[in-house]
């Protein structure tokens, strides 16, 4: 199965200041079909389910907002959030979605 | 609006066994692959079990040969027969919809989840 690995465990980030958080995965991503890298980024506020963000490494979901973007390719991916907002306080999973699915182990994110 | 209501967690002794639902509206069931995510209290997110929309189904190492994945179209409902149930398998229990048909797990749509609490 390929692990994925998020640093940090968590992070406290200042209003309006950015968030970073990475991910690496055990094994390229790399989706033969398109060549694109199935990795998503889902966020998890307390006491609600996951909601996905980021898909195939950079694709925002609809009305997702466009301070959350996605970059990475093969095995080293980073989410990013510009300017922090209040609402942005969860838990921030990645996750592989090649053939089968793993997450990795979340990232705490928390107003300084 | 879409949605998915999952339905049947409770409490259960160990080595009991336990059916779960989840109940699905506002998009063509049909047409989507589904699947069962767990978080244990406190912990992260673990992919258990995928039904396509055909009927194909896949396991996590973590419950192959004591859970059931079936899908009843005609009646818009995911199941999940649990057996052999452990205290690992304490958990949330999310249904979710993935983003196509079958291969791609990625998931767009999910559930409230439903508590199953496995102790003695």
């Known amino acids: 199965d390929i692990v994925m690995t998020q640093s940090p465990d968590s992070l406290a980030v200042s209003l309006g200041e950015r968030a970073t958080i990475n991910c690496k995965s055990s094994?390229?991503?790399?989706?033969?079909?398109?060549?694109?890298?199935?990795l998503g980024w889902y966020q998890q506020k307390p006491g609600q389910p996951p909601k996905l963000l980021i898909y195939?490494?950079?694709t925002r979901e609809s009305g997702v907002p466009d301070r959350f973007s996605g970059s990475g390719s093969g095995t080293d991916f980073t989410l990013t959030i510009s300017s922090l907002q209040a609402e942005d306080v969860a838990v921030y999973y990645c996750?592989?979605?090649?053939?089968?699915?793993?997450f990795g182990q979340g990232t705490k994110v928390e107003i300084k | 609006e879409a949605q998915l209501l999952e339905s049947g967690g409770g409490f259960i002794q160990p080595g009991g066994s336990l059916r779960l639902s989840c109940a699905a509206s506002g998009f063509t069931f049909s047409g989507y692959a589904m699947s069962w995510v767990r978080q244990a209290p406190g912990k992260g997110l673990e992919w258990v079990s995928g039904i396509s929309d055909g009927g194909a189904t896949y396991y996590g190492d973590s419950v192959k040969g004591r859970f059931i994945i079936s899908r009843d179209n005609s009646k818009n409902t995911l199941n999940f027969q649990m057996n052999s149930l452990g205290a690992d398998d304490t958990a949330i229990y999310y249904c979710?919809?993935?983003?196509?048909?079958?291969?791609?797990?990625?998931?767009?749509?999910w559930g409230q989840g439903t508590l199953v609490t496995v102790s003695s």
């Open positions: 996750q592989q979605y090649c053939g089968s699915s793993t």
């Open positions: 094994q390229s991503v790399l989706y033969g079909s398109n060549s694109k890298n199935c």
């Open positions: 979710a919809k993935e983003v196509s048909a079958g291969g791609i797990p990625l998931f767009d749509l």
């Open positions: 195939w490494a950079s």
